[in-house]
């Protein structure tokens, strides 16, 4: 067994940003709206979908949230 490296960021409630405990709705309402240096929150969240969404077990939080954005928001241009 080897090891592996990650990169992890975590937002505090001293973050401007930080959105706290939210239901899917209303994470997807602000990945619908938000963007950063690096574009997009909903480009962000569907291309983290599609890396996870071959492993298993399916993470059912992204799952909901992915939900949430197809139901109330228009989809990314790549399509999710």
């Known amino acids: 067994g080897g090891g592996s490296?990650?990169?992890v960021?975590?937002?505090?409630?001293s973050n401007s940003n930080y959105l706290g405990f939210a239901s899917a709705?209303?994470?997807a309402s602000r990945i619908a709206t938000a963007h950063g240096p690096s574009g997009s929150n909903r480009q962000?969240?569907?291309m983290?979908?599609?890396s996870l969404s071959g492993f298993s077990p399916?993470?059912?939080h992204l799952l909901q949230i992915r939900k949430a954005l197809q139901h109330g928001r228009?989809?990314?241009p790549d399509g999710i």
Do not use: G, M, N, Q
């Open 25 to 27: 709705d209303e994470i």
């Open 5 to 7: 490296r990650a990169l």
């Open 44 to 46: 962000y969240f569907d």
């Open 58 to 60: 399916v993470d059912e």
């Open 9 to 13: 960021y975590i937002a505090l409630p």
């Open 74 to 76: 228009p989809a990314s």
């Open 48 to 50: 983290l979908y599609r």
